[in-house]
């Protein structure tokens, strides 16, 4: 296995609820970024809150 895998897995073992949950927030407030910024590129005329919609129509998938 690759040291730096390993030192990140050991690191993700050895870190507290509170640091999980607030890395995990932090990765979907990303996600989030990510995707409002893929719907503007391939929806430059949308209104912001047709993309907020969309966001949250993501957001809110059942699959």
Known sequence: MDPLRRDDIEQ???ATP?????QA???MRAA???K?????ARHPDESEAN???RVREWLLADD
């Open 18 to 22: 509170e640091e999980k949950a607030r």
């Open 25 to 27: 927030l932090e990765m």
């Open 12 to 14: 993700a073992r050895r």
């Open 32 to 34: 989030v970024r990510l």
């Open 51 to 53: 993309i907020d919609r």
């Open 36 to 40: 409002r910024a893929g719907l503007r």
